[in-house]
């Protein structure tokens, strides 16, 4: 009977004990409405930065933002696009600005040259067997902005 009797001692203060720290309020938890948590950011895109925020799909001419609630303001990516010839070392290049919309996306094109237009750009006269068309970032500027 004493085994009993402390058995149910035990079991009420359990009881008392759960009854009294679930009413306690954590001011450290994360859903404490009073008190705002997130952190903001802004950061400046560069030559040395954008390959965290931006995906860049050459085959597809197309940039996608990685970060899925961002807002990217004012980003021009300018790419720099080379033809140049395999076994001559003339190349021709030109530059394109691409202006990224606010989610980071954005699909590009090229001006597409024939065969003959190569040459004439290449300077090249006679037989041209093959070419490279090379496409590297060569700027990037704006800002991405989120919140974590």
Not at 55 to 67: A, E, I, M, P, S
Not at 92 to 113: M, P, R
Not at 124 to 145: P, R
Request: hydrophobic letters at 35%; glycine letters at 4%.
């Amino acid at each position: 009977m004493k085994k009993l009797r402390s058995i149910a001692y035990l079991i009420l203060a359990v009881c008392f004990c759960m009854i009294v720290f679930t009413g306690c309020k954590d001011n450290n938890s994360p859903n404490n409405t009073s008190e705002n948590n997130e952190r903001y950011y802004n950061v400046n895109l560069s030559l040395e930065n954008y390959w965290k925020y931006l995906d860049w799909d050459k085959r597809n001419n197309q940039f996608n933002g990685v970060l899925t609630f961002a807002y990217y303001e004012n980003v021009i990516v300018t790419i720099q696009r080379k033809i140049v010839s395999e076994y001559t070392e003339n190349t021709y290049s030109e530059n394109y600005s691409v202006e990224l919309n606010a989610a980071g996306s954005k699909i590009y094109t090229f001006t597409e040259y024939t065969f003959e237009q190569i040459k004439e750009l290449l300077n090249h006269t006679g037989y041209l067997s093959s070419y490279n068309d090379e496409v590297t970032i060569i700027d990037v500027s704006g800002t991405v902005q989120f919140s974590i």
